[in-house]
């Protein structure tokens, strides 16, 4: 289990830095190890607040960074060297850094795959001591398809969760026979998969669970996991009735994606402690057992793949 930290950087309503820092600091006294963040959260002030939380505590903290979304118009052409080198030394920076641990392409658009150049330039990074390892982030399994077949992508960050379980047809078993880690992010489908939404919920006006829902700013998917919020309730209602005890709804989530061996990590976001001890508990939680996995299968089957299951 990992720690997200776009909801501490932008986007997700009102943070206050002081909550984020000790949220860090408590998944890392969970025992996380590894943090995912790009550039563009908050405009480096994701990655300052983690870089200052590797100043305050001792011993390893892996660190993924994006790089791409601060392009402006964000087209294929801007992921040249000039660009990524330039978005590495402001990320250098914000993170108090002289090697960033993991440097990933911030779901390019599509045509990125087909310009090995792009990749070469990553090379370039990596022989220049800027960072030790590069990925990509995707939005759908084509794209992670495509990506792996670049021998130096070491990792693939892609949405999974109850609601996306496509990812688990054909990619993982390509990505596991080419040792590609894999990044399972959205694991919570933005909090849906808590249980904690309800039909009356309401989202802060700076929250892409508010301005966000049709996929007005970014990709529809990336909110809700592009599910429609009327059928995850439904669909929320009858996972709460297969529960395992000892288990809350968010334990479920997250330890399902545990289930399958070629992730990982799950990066769930967090905004305070209780959230991120919730989330950790997580992986100390028995395996799921074959009728739950079996059930979480059927719902998804009859009342989200319809929706989701041929867009990513
Ligand atoms: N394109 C990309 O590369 C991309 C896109 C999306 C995400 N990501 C990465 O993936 C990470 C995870 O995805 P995500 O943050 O979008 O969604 P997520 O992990 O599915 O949901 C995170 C949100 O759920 C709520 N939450 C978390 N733990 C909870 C708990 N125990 N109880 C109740 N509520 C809880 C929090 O929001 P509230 O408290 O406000 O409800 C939190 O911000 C991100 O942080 C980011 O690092 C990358």
Request: aromatic share 8%.
């Amino acid at each position: 289990m990992s720690f997200g930290a776009w909801a501490i950087g932008a986007e997700w309503g009102s943070v206050n830095d002081s909550e984020s820092l000790a949220a860090l600091h408590h998944a890392v006294d969970c025992g996380v190890n590894f943090i995912d963040t790009a550039d563009v959260y908050g405009m480096g002030r994701s990655e300052r607040l983690v870089a200052q939380l590797r100043r305050e505590r001792k011993g390893e903290i892996m660190v993924a960074t994006k790089a791409g979304r601060r392009l402006s118009p964000h087209t294929a052409d801007g992921y040249n060297p000039k660009n990524l080198a330039g978005f590495v030394e402001d990320s250098l920076r914000n993170l108090s850094t002289d090697c960033l641990d993991l440097l990933q392409l911030h779901c390019p658009p599509a045509e990125v795959y087909y310009r090995p150049e792009v990749f070469g330039a990553l090379d370039d990074l990596a022989t220049a001591g800027k960072i030790r390892y590069y990925g990509v982030s995707v939005e759908k399994v084509e794209e992670a398809l495509k990506a792996i077949e670049f021998p130096n992508v070491q990792t693939v960050q892609i949405i999974f969760n109850c609601f996306r379980q496509r990812p688990a047809e054909l990619f993982f078993a390509q990505a596991r026979k080419r040792q590609v880690g894999i990044l399972a992010r959205v694991p919570l489908a933005s909090g849906l998969l808590t249980g904690k939404v309800t039909a009356t919920s309401r989202f802060e006006a700076g929250d892409h669970r508010n301005y966000n829902r049709r996929g007005e700013r970014f990709d529809v998917g990336e909110t809700f996991s592009g599910v429609d919020y009327t059928v995850a309730l439904e669909a929320l209602d009858e996972i709460r009735r297969i529960l395992p005890a000892g288990f809350t709804m968010t334990q479920l989530a997250l330890r399902w994606i545990l289930m399958f061996d070629a992730v990982s990590c799950a990066i769930p976001g967090a905004k305070r402690p209780a959230q991120v001890a919730e989330n950790c508990a997580a992986s100390d939680r028995p395996k799921l057992p074959a009728d739950v996995m079996a059930a979480v299968a059927s719902i998804y089957d009859r009342l989200i793949r319809p929706l989701v299951h041929a867009r990513w």
